[in-house]
């Protein structure tokens, strides 16, 4: 679960930074480099609810792990004689 969550986040992450990356491009006077435009709310409309999701999902992972309790194993049952 956890692996799944880090995958979607990263992921969405990963395809907003490229969506700026792209719109930097197309600036016709260029760019030094990339920044996240978080006042750009059409595209984050699309890419924070995938993020949350990722985030959550990466939580309950990470709960069910920690919550998870050691197995309990029974010592070996001596026969009598």
């Not at 959550?56 to 309990?72: D, E, K, M, Q, S």
Request: charged content about 15%; overall charge positive.
């Amino acid at each position: 679960m956890m692996a799944l969550g880090l995958i979607l986040a990263g992921a969405t992450f990963a395809g907003w930074y490229a969506l700026n990356a792209f719109a930097c491009g197309m600036k016709p006077t260029g760019c030094g480099r990339v920044t996240l435009q978080w006042h750009d709310w059409e595209a984050l409309q699309l890419f924070v609810p995938s993020f949350v999701a990722g985030v959550v999902i990466f939580a309950y992972g990470l709960w069910r792990h920690l919550r998870r309790r050691p197995v309990r194993r029974r010592a070996p049952q001596r026969e009598a004689p």
